[in-house]
Nanobody, 124 residues
Framework: QVQLVESGGGLVQAGGSLRLSCAAS????????MGWFRQVPGKEREVVATISGSGLSTYYANSVRGRFTISRDNAKSTMSLQMTNLKPEDTAVYYC?????????????????WGQGTQVTVSS
């Protein structure tokens, strides 16, 4: 399994920006597709964005496409999510996730390793 640690969450006003980071250890990073998911109380965890092991393929949820950008640095075993034009409905706990395969995926069930989560709160 991969060990994942998120950072970068916080409180921001609507229209603002935040950058989330995820540091990974325990497995050859480039062999793992990665993703960001989010969850609010009472709702299922949902995909935000995912990226293949090579970084060449990405997937975005419709709700964030054009506002969020996922990226990875395989040399540093890190992944990031740049979030711009944030909206109150983006408020959630954001989780970093890793898959035991390098191919792009977007279902929660495709990812076997999870970070502890970081809170993002967007005020109106």
């Amino acid at each position: 399994q991969v060990q994942l640690v998120e950072s970068g969450g916080g409180l921001v006003q609507a229209g603002g920006s935040l950058r989330l980071s995820c540091a990974a250890s325990g497995r050859t990073f480039s062999r793992s597709a990665m993703g960001w998911f989010r969850q609010v109380p009472g709702k299922e965890r949902e995909v935000v964005a995912t990226i293949s092991g090579s970084g060449l393929s990405t997937y975005y949820a419709n709700s964030v496409r054009g506002r969020f950008t996922i990226s990875r640095d395989n040399a540093k075993s890190t992944m990031s999510l740049q979030m711009t034009n944030l909206k109150p409905e983006d408020t959630a706990v954001y989780y970093c996730a890793a898959r035991e395969a390098s191919g792009l995926a977007f279902r929660t069930a495709d990812f076997g390793s999870w970070g502890q989560g970081t809170q993002v709160t967007v005020s109106s």
